[in-house]
């Protein structure tokens, strides 16, 4: 029986982190966005010294999820001041859930959910919030299946292209 753990990453993870981080974004970003634009923002979003940073922020917390001993992917949520948007005490950013391609459909990304769910009730924050790219179809109805709704939207910039996010959030 496969054996799905969750842990706190630190800074010894970085690494796997920067790795996880590039592997699913161009896993998963790659069909729809130029190359350019692709490794530009990857050149700047998953670097050692960027993930570091964030992993030493008091305010962020990275998770990775475990399965038989490979790491598949990882949850970074964000409190206070490391929000990149909105920056509401009383809220809790779901940043990133990352799966690898190959353990998608084996319910981690449920299980990260959950686990950001069980942070912000701990912490007891009014509401969770993410913003989503608009053409992220599976994503967006993931999170509304799970209770998020739209309630703004925002402009992300890939490379030198201008996308629009959905930003969803779920009362708690």
Known sequence: MDKLKIRKATYADTELLVAIGRQTFFEKFTDDNSEENMLQYASEAYTFEKIAS????????????????QTVGYLKINFGEAQTELQDPQALELER??????????????????????IAQQAKVNYVWLGVWEENKGAIKFYEKNGLKAFSKHLFML??????????????
């Open 54 to 69: 964030e992993v030493n922020n008091v305010n962020s917390q990275f998770y990775l999820a475990t399965l038989n001993n």
């Open 97 to 118: 859930i990352y799966v690898l391609n190959e353990f998608q459909g084996k319910k981690i990304g449920q299980l990260l959910f959950e686990k950001t769910l069980e």
């Open 159 to 172: 490379g030198n292209d201008p996308q629009t996010d959905i930003m969803m959030k779920m009362e708690l």
